[in-house]
Nanobody, 115 residues
Framework: QVQLVESGGGLVQAGGSLRLSCAAS????????MGWFRQAPGKEREFVAA???????TTYADSVKGRFTISRGNAKNIDLQMNSLRPGDSAVYYC?????????WGQGTQVTVSS
């Protein structure tokens, strides 16, 4: 069983920065992709960023390109550095791990950006 635990959310003023972390545990034998999604009240969950198993490939939503950076600390840990935050970035951020077309999710961490 794969478990994901996020940390690092909080309240920040517009223009500020936050760093989210996600730690995965459990047996993961195949190559996998880890990433971040977010969900604001009344909206669908949306993709934010992802990083390949090797860490060599990253993808970002257009809305966060140039402001957010996803990185891999080791095989089972990723971070999301969020700079120049905007009120529109406020949401619950979920860590995601996809292996063999199966999605695993963390419990989510709240990010609130005040104007």
């Amino acid at each position: 069983q794969v478990q994901l635990v996020e940390s690092g959310g909080g309240l920040v003023q517009a223009g500020g920065s936050l760093r989210l972390s996600c730690a995965a545990s459990g047996r993961i034998f195949n190559s996998y992709v880890m990433g971040w999604f977010r969900q604001a009240p009344g909206k669908e969950r949306e993709f934010v960023a992802a990083i390949s198993w090797s860490g060599r490939s990253t993808t970002y939503a257009d809305s966060v390109k140039g402001r957010f950076t996803i990185s891999r600390g080791n095989a089972k840990n990723i971070d999301l550095q969020m700079n120049s935050l905007r009120p529109g970035d406020s949401a619950v951020y979920y860590c995601n791990l996809n292996v063999s077309s199966v999605d695993y999710w963390g419990q989510g961490t709240q990010v609130t950006v005040s104007s």
